[in-house]
């Protein structure tokens, strides 16, 4: 009986593997064997382990992905347990990737899930590349645009500015608020990375200081009020992290004072975190949903059995059910996933040299340009004090500063003149050096 089980299991995931369609990408083979392959080959990073994560896990395992990791760097509450369906009351206080993987592999046998309890910036890049897709399952924004940069580190583009297939890293980003929520294809090189699209998220609520200072009139303006002044004015100079339980019980014992004060009911250590952290309570069923979506699209990336979404899809249920596909255009200038400008030196052209020809490049045009790379600053145009740290390296060779197989992509803003006028902008070059093979990397100027 467990053997049908298992193989009922599979049943419709090996059909859709198995034959051919109209609608198929142009490198699907169809095979009885492909789940087993992509359960065997293919590595899968689930960003996330909350109310989505949970979700991605479970369909992920039974859409036949075998290898998965799972990087969370948060514990359990008792306010998880309505919609993260893998946690339960005694795994208060564990880690929500340990506790998501170990209950996914003791129902879906044969996967393996590796916990990573731990910052997303804790892991070194090379981490990321071990991996053939990420899949996102994220509440932040900021989280969300650190991902999409390392993903997009890994890109290369020839000398005709089309994306090396070899360097791109797929994701599939899902994410919800309330009834509606969102599940997107993102290649870099070819469709609009994060950044791209970053306009799509709404400007996070502001209130004035006036009024969290002398009329609060909401719960919402007390937690505000004990977050953004009360905070300082007693704790002066030390920051406040949100991650920290003890630093939000504060902000919550100071907020109850706040609304007590002006009569004003409402003020909950959830509601607490939802201002403080921004966020917007979830619905376990729209987890659901976009989950399946999100996992759907993983697995038509890497067996190639359907063409992907194309490009954002949006989900309302607020009113039935309503579902919208909008192709959205990559920003080809993006400073993340865009080509950038590409530039051939000589092994001989010093960083003197080279920022001599930045302001005189028609495409470029930058005068007083400050230049970085891999994070590390080579001419510093300001302050004083890092432009006296890195003039030295004016005279060396820019051959010798970048090293012999330099790839890697900085962003940095500056300005410069068009027109007449003098505008902020941010430059993405590509350097190579005449007569060494495959030299290719990614830089950034800053003009000041």
Known sequence: MADLATKGRWRDVDKLLSRPGNIISSGFEPSSTLREEIGEYVRVLVVGAGGLGCELLKDLALSGFKNIDVIDMDTIEVSNLNRQF?????????????????????????????????????????????????????DSIEARSYINSVACSFLEYDRDDNPLAETVKPMVDGGTEGFKGHARVILPGTTPCFECNIWLFPPQVKFPLCTLAETPRTAAHCIEYAHLIKWDEVHSGKPFDAD?????????????????????????????????????????????????????EALKIVSGCSK????????????????????????????????????????????SQFIELLGKHPGLQLSKPSVTHRGNNLYMQSPPILEEMTRPNLALRMFDLLGEVPKDT??????????GKKTSCSRKLRIVFKGVADMTVGMDTTGN
Request: hydrophobic letters at 40%.
């Open 86 to 138: 893998l946690f339960r009351l005694q795994d208060v206080g564990k880690s929500k990737a340990e506790v998501a993987a170990k209950r996914v592999m003791e129902r879906v046998s044969g996967v393996n899930i590796v916990p990573h309890f731990c910052r997303i910036e804790e892991k070194d890049i090379e981490f990321y590349n071990d991996f053939n897709i990420i899949v996102l399952g994220l």
């Open 244 to 296: 920290d339980p003890e630093h939000m019980q504060w902000v919550y014992s100071e907020a109850l004072k706040r609304a007590e004060l002006f009569g004003i009911t409402g003020v909950t250590y959830s509601l607490t975190q939802g201002v403080v952290k921004n966020i917007i309570p979830a619905i376990a069923s729209t987890n659901a949903i976009v989950s399946a979506a999100c996992a759907l």
């Open 308 to 351: 992907t979404l194309s490009n954002y899809l949006t989900y309302n249920g607020v009113e039935g059910t309503h579902i919208k596909v909008t192709d959205f255009v990559k920003d080809n200038d993006c400073l993340v996933c865009g080509p950038g400008t590409l530039i051939e030196l000589d092994t001989s052209v010093t960083l």
């Open 410 to 419: 900085v962003h940095v803003s500056g300005a410069s003149e068009k027109n």
